[in-house]
C-alpha cells in the first residue's frame, strides 16, 4: 500500500506542539477509540478506562510542546504507563489476601502489559491502522485533507492548487473528518 | 494449553470454569505468561482496525472541558479580582453616607477572605505575602486581603498544610479554636476539626510555637515533633511522628496508626462524604493501623474488613460498622 500521509508530518507535528486546538482535534479523532480499545483490554472497568484516555490526551495537550516526530509511540506510552499505574495500584491492595479470579487477572494483566514485545506489536500496528484509517480516504477527499490538516494550507490555497471551488474543498473536509469518525471495517480480523 | 482456548478467554468468551483453569495455566511459568502476553497483544492490535468511533464527539468535549478546567479557577479569580475593589468602594462610601470618618486603608484591611472546601474537596490558596495553604476536606480559612505591616495572622477551622515565606519581620500566626501556632517561616500541618476531641500541630521544617488560648505558655517544635492539644484535659503533648505521613493528605493519602476507629471514622467521612454509625461498643476503644492511597471508598471499606475484626453494612447512604 503506498502511504503518501504521514501522522510524523513535521508541520502536523508543529501545529500541536504551537497549541493548534484544530490539528489536536485531529489527533485525538484519530487515536481516541483506539487508545480506549487498548485500555480497556487491559482493564476491565470500562469507565476507569475512559478515564485513563481521557488522561491521555489531557497529558499531551500540557506537554505538547515535547512532542517529536514519534507521536504514536508517545500517545502509545502514555495510555500504556498510565495503566500499568492503575493496575499496578489495584494489584497492591488486596493481593496478599484475597485469591479470587478478578485479582490474578489484574496481577496477569499487568504482566501481559508489561511485557516489551506485546507493547511492540500493538504499538506498530496501531501506527499502521492510523495511516490506513487516513488512506482509505477517497483519493480527491484525501488529498484535501491531506493539504489542510498535515499540511497546514488555507481552502483557498487547496482549491487553487487543485482547481476545485473553494465549497467544495469544504466538502471533501466535512467528508473526510466524518470519515475519521466513523470506523473501518475493511481490515482482516486476526482470528 | 491450546491456542483456541487462550483466544477464547482473551476473547472474554470462556466460562467460569475454564477462565480458573486458564488463570491457573498462566500463573504457573514465566512461558506460559509470555505466551498469553504476545497472544494478547496480536488480539488487540488485530482489532484496532474494526471499531466504532461513535461517540468520540461526546469524549472530544468531555476532554475540552477538562483541558479547560485550569482556565476556569482563573476566571473566577478574574471575576473575584474586579468586585473586590467594588465591594470595598461600597463599604466605604456606605460609611461615609453614615457619616463616619472611616479612611479606605483601614477598610481595606477589614476585607477578609474566606475559603472554604467541602467533603472530599482539597484547595490550594496562595495567600497575599507568597505563602501556599493547602486546605483540606471539610475546612476553611479566613486571611485579610492584605497583611498588616507587623502580623500575619489566619484563622482555620479544619486541617490545612503551611508552607510560609521566611519574614522576620512578621510573624505568620493561625488561630484555631484554642490555640495558636505562631511561626516566622517554615511548613507545618494543622489538624484542627471542630469535631475532633483533639488539635494536632505537626512541624515538617523550620520552628514553630504552639501557644494554649489560656496559658499563653508556648510550647517549641522542633521538625518531625507533633503538639497535641486535648480539648478535654485541655493539656499539649509533645511526640516524634514521621511528618511525611502526617502530610500524606495531600496526595490523597489516608495514614492511620494505631488510630482510635473514632478518629479514623471522622476522617472517612470528610474524605467520602459518607455518614458512619459504629454500631458495636467493642469498636469505639479498637484502633486502626494502615494506609489508603487514593481508594475509592469501596476499597477501603474492603481493606478494614479484611483486615480487622470489623465487618460493614450499607443502610440508608449510612456505613454501619460491626465488629464480626
Known sequence: ?191 | MQEKELIKYIKGEANPEEVKEILKWIRENKEHQKRYAILKAKYVASNLGCLDHEDVDLSYKKFSSKRNKRKSVWYQTAVAAVLLPLLIWQSYTYFQNDGLIVNQDKISTVVVKNIATNYGGQKTINLPDGSTVILNSGSSISYPENFTDTLRQVTLKGEAYFDIERDVTKPFIVQTDHLKVRVLGTSFNVKSYPKDDKIETTLVSGKVEVIQEETEAPVVLTPSQRATFHKEESDIKVDQVDSDKIVAWKQGKLVFDKTPLKQVVQDLKRKYDVEFVIESDSLLHYRYTGEFDNLSLEDVLELIKLSSSIDYKRKNNKIMLNSE
Not at chain 1, 513535521?10 to 480499545?37: D, H, Q, R, T
Not at chain 1, 472497568?45 to 491521555?56: G, L, R
Not at chain 1, 498510565?82 to 494489584?91: F, P
Open chain 1, 1 to 191: 500500500m503506498e502511504r503518501e500521509i504521514h501522522i510524523r508530518n513535521s508541520y502536523f507535528i508543529k501545529s500541536i506542539n504551537e497549541g493548534n486546538k484544530e490539528a489536536f482535534k485531529v489527533l485525538f479523532e484519530l487515536y481516541y477509540g483506539k487508545l480506549l480499545f487498548v485500555a480497556s483490554s487491559y482493564i476491565s472497568n470500562k469507565e476507569d478506562a475512559e478515564e485513563i484516555v481521557q488522561d491521555v490526551f489531557v497529558k499531551a495537550w500540557k506537554k505538547r510542546k515535547n512532542i517529536s516526530s514519534n507521536i504514536n509511540g508517545y500517545l502509545f506510552k502514555i495510555t500504556k504507563n498510565k495503566c500499568l499505574d492503575y493496575l499496578r495500584s489495584k494489584k497492591g491492595k488486596l493481593s496478599a489476601l484475597a485469591n479470587n479470579a478478578s485479582q490474578i487477572e489484574t496481577f496477569i494483566n499487568h504482566q501481559a502489559l508489561s511485557d516489551l514485545d506485546s507493547n511492540t506489536i500493538i504499538e506498530k500496528e496501531l501506527e499502521l491502522q492510523i495511516q490506513a484509517g487516513i488512506d482509505l480516504l477517497p483519493e480527491k477527499c484525501k488529498k484535501v485533507f491531506v493539504k489542510s490538516r498535515i499540511e497546514g494550507l488555507k481552502n483557498k490555497q487547496i482549491s487553487e492548487e487543485l482547481e476545485i471551488s473553494i465549497k467544495t474543498v469544504e466538502n471533501h473536509m466535512s467528508k473526510a473528518l466524518k470519515h475519521m469518525r466513523l470506523h473501518l471495517r475493511e481490515f482482516l480480523s486476526f482470528f
